[in-house]
């Protein structure tokens, strides 16, 4: 199964906000409300941003927020600051057979 | 808090098995569910396959054939084994402790595993 489809970049200015798509199909983004986002710094490991679509782990700031509607699903930061300069994932399940699809990432860049 | 860390060789020559070996510390293996993910050199990630502290487990169709996950509760560790390894396994493989459905809530430092002769 593919991977889910993310836009390679995305750009703001600080104080602005950004929103960044994944795009996947019936079977996966479609089915399931089990969209996470991870984000990912130069050399470091991923960090867990969004689960359940919308669903904050305890300490990620509220200026992320993430939503689906059908197949797409987007996370948004708002007021842009210079150290949510990285890479940002989705993910979704994809049923039993291909348990866990992410997207192929989208490079964040603060001007 | 829980802590994960990979560990084994940083290189491997092709045709052989990848081995890693990941130590939870600060909790016990024996809930939830555990993944190994990979992420090639400045590519995106791939999910490798996850196994539960019973033993059940699931792997990605794609690397189904080559990749076995096992878990060992009186170490603390689950391990991956990846057979017949090529260049295009070269990629750095993280350990990861998954918080529901599909969400790889905790995750290891990450280790380099490079594929050449």
């Known amino acids: 199964q593919s991977a889910l489809t993310q836009p390679p970049s995305a750009s703001g200015s600080p104080g602005q906000s950004v929103t960044i798509s994944c795009t996947g199909t019936s079977t996966d983004i479609g089915s399931y409300n089990y969209v996470s986002w991870y984000q990912q710094h130069p050399g470091k490991a991923p960090k867990l941003l969004i689960y359940?679509?919308?669903k904050r782990p305890s300490g990620v700031p509220d200026r992320f927020s993430g939503y689906k509607s059908g197949n797409t699903a987007s996370l948004t930061v708002s007021g842009l600051q210079a150290e949510d300069e990285a890479d940002y994932y989705c993910s979704s399940h994809a049923g039993s057979n291909n348990y866990l699809l992410f997207g192929g990432g989208t490079r964040l860049t603060v001007l | 808090q829980v802590q994960l860390q990979e560990s084994g060789p940083g290189l491997v020559k092709p045709s052989e098995t990848l081995s890693l070996t990941c130590t939870v510390s600060g909790g016990s293996i024996g809930t939830y569910y555990w993944s190994w993910i990979r992420q090639p050199p400045g590519k995106g990630l791939e999910w490798i396959g996850y196994?539960?502290?019973?033993?059940?487990?699931n792997y990605n169709p794609s690397l189904k054939s080559r990749v076995t996950i096992s878990v060992d509760t009186s170490k603390n560790q689950f391990s991956l084994k990846l057979s017949s390894v090529t260049a295009a396994d070269t990629a750095t493989y993280y350990c990861?402790?998954?918080?529901?459905?599909?969400?790889?809530?905790?995750w290891g430092q990450g280790t380099l595993v490079t594929v050449s002769s």
């Open positions: 359940e679509v919308s």
């Open positions: 196994i539960h502290y019973s033993g059940s487990s």
């Open positions: 990861a402790k998954m918080a529901g459905a599909a969400v790889a809530g905790t």
